[in-house]
């Protein structure tokens, strides 16, 4: 089969591989779409280390068809069209046993652990059948927007862990980039929400004002205190999601954020990032900051239901569509950051 080999920093080359072999509890899919991640980018660029083999096959937001069962699987059938949460997780540890799976102690990853979508094939290990990470997709639902699934998850579960959004919240998201439009997107569904969105290309804070934020502002230009401020009545944000991995900003969000307010530390940073806090902000105002680790099973579902609901647009955060043929031009696509996320279709049939 073909697929897009990791085979070292700055090497991601299109190969002719073995086809899986499907073991008696594995499933085997035709990949039907794969996204390309930030965190792939990361990876070829040698900046995430942790746990990935050379060489391997990334990709991990993933849906396709099972067109093979193992002998052991039961309820599953050839034919059916699936999301697989890559996130694969032992069920006995400490945080396992607290509904925190994403957080787990042993926990494996599809897309650079085990191989990943970038391919024409996906073999779903035995451990990730067992533990509930396949699930079926409506018959209406394409595999492209499923594939969504993956980053909005993760996204539902930066915004669980600052405390949710509330209705008539302000919330001031720093990045329009595919997570920043998701997050806005989630934000947005919650009734009365105001989104501002900060974002230095003119091109992502056009998208996002046709993506439904309230107000854009462009760092570059204009003083972002000030215009959250004026959005605000003085108060600053309920909420600031950051959605860049720019460690310098992380002080500057706190005289943004309202008393009581909070701030997720959505993006992943550099290995050894730091920051200075100017903590009596923090302490005195109440601020409360979180981070962001993947999401758990529930969250994969609960982003599933929301995409095949309508409430999250996928249609509108794939921007850009290409074969496995032509994955070196979709890579350098996702690169340049054009558009917003950037769809691989191995076999080019799927429509949006």
């Given at each position: 089969?073909?697929?897009?080999?990791?085979?070292?920093?700055?090497?991601?080359?299109?190969?002719e591989?073995?086809?899986?072999?499907?073991?008696?509890?594995?499933?085997?899919?035709?990949?039907?779409?794969?996204?390309?991640?930030?965190?792939?980018?990361?990876?070829?660029?040698?900046k995430?280390?942790?746990?990935?083999?050379?060489?391997?096959?990334?990709?991990?937001?993933i849906?396709?068809?099972?067109?093979?069962?193992?002998?052991?699987?039961?309820?599953?059938?050839?034919?059916?069209?699936?999301?697989?949460?890559?996130?694969?997780?032992?069920?006995?540890?400490?945080?396992?046993?607290?509904?925190?799976?994403?957080?787990?102690?042993?926990?494996?990853?599809?897309g650079?652990?085990?191989?990943?979508?970038?391919?024409e094939?996906?073999?779903?290990?035995a451990?990730?059948?067992?533990?509930?990470?396949?699930?079926?997709?409506?018959?209406?639902?394409s595999?492209?927007?499923?594939?969504?699934?993956?980053p909005?998850?993760?996204?539902?579960?930066?915004?669980?862990?600052?405390g949710?959004?509330k209705?008539g919240?302000?919330?001031?998201?720093i990045?329009?980039?595919?997570?920043?439009?998701?997050h806005m997107?989630?934000?947005?569904?919650?009734?009365?929400?105001?989104v501002?969105?900060?974002?230095?290309?003119?091109?992502r804070?056009r998208?996002?004002?046709?993506?439904g934020?309230?107000?854009?502002?462009?760092p570059?230009?204009?003083?972002?205190?000030?215009?959250?401020?004026?959005e605000?009545?003085?108060?600053?944000?309920?909420?600031?999601?950051?959605?860049?991995?720019?460690?310098?900003?992380?002080?500057?969000?706190l005289?943004?954020?309202?008393?009581?307010?909070?701030?997720?530390?959505?993006?992943?940073?550099?290995?050894?990032?730091?920051?200075?806090?100017?903590?009596?902000e923090?302490?005195?105002?109440?601020?409360?900051?979180?981070?962001?680790?993947?999401?758990?099973?529930?969250?994969?579902k609960?982003?599933?239901?929301?995409?095949?609901?309508?409430?999250?647009?996928?249609?509108?955060?794939?921007?850009?569509?290409?074969s496995?043929?032509?994955?070196?031009?979709?890579?350098?696509?996702a690169?340049?950051?054009?558009?917003?996320?950037?769809?691989?279709?191995?076999?080019?049939?799927?429509?949006?």
């Open positions: 089969m073909l697929a897009a080999v990791f085979e070292g920093t700055e090497k991601i080359n299109l190969r591989v073995p086809t899986p072999e499907v073991g008696d509890g594995d499933l085997l899919l035709r990949v039907r779409a794969a996204t390309i991640c930030g965190t792939d980018l990361k990876i070829v660029a040698g995430k280390t942790r746990g990935v083999r050379i060489p391997s096959i990334l990709g991990h937001e849906a396709g068809e099972i067109i093979a069962v193992g002998a052991q699987v039961a309820g599953w059938r050839a034919g059916e069209f699936v999301a697989v949460a890559p996130v694969i997780a032992c069920g006995e540890c400490y945080y396992c046993g607290r509904d925190l799976e994403n957080l787990c102690a042993r926990r494996k990853a599809l650079y652990e085990y191989e990943g979508g970038f391919a094939f996906l073999r779903v290990p451990p990730a059948v067992s533990a509930g990470n396949v699930l079926r997709l409506p018959t209406d639902l595999c492209q927007a499923a594939a969504l699934s993956e909005l998850s993760c996204c539902i579960n930066g915004q669980d862990n600052m949710g959004i209705p919240d302000t919330v001031l998201i990045g329009a980039g595919p997570i920043g439009t998701m997107q989630l934000a947005k569904a919650v009734p009365q929400t105001r501002i969105v900060s974002e230095t290309l003119a091109q804070r998208m996002a004002l046709e993506n934020a309230d107000a854009v502002h462009d570059d230009d204009t003083d972002i205190y000030q215009r959250v401020m004026d605000t009545s003085g108060l600053g944000a309920d909420k600031i999601i950051l959605a860049v991995g720019i460690a310098d900003l992380v002080n500057h969000l005289c943004l954020t309202r008393k009581n307010g909070a701030i997720n530390l959505f993006a992943g940073f550099s290995a050894g990032a730091m920051a200075r806090l100017d903590i009596n923090i302490h005195y105002r109440q601020i409360r900051i979180s981070g962001a680790s993947a999401s758990t099973t529930s969250q994969f609960r982003a599933l239901d929301l995409i095949a609901a309508g409430a999250i647009d996928a249609g509108a955060l794939v921007s850009e569509r290409f496995l043929e032509r994955f070196p031009d979709a890579w350098q696509c690169r340049a950051g054009q558009g917003l996320k950037v769809a691989i279709i191995p076999d080019g049939r799927e429509s949006a």
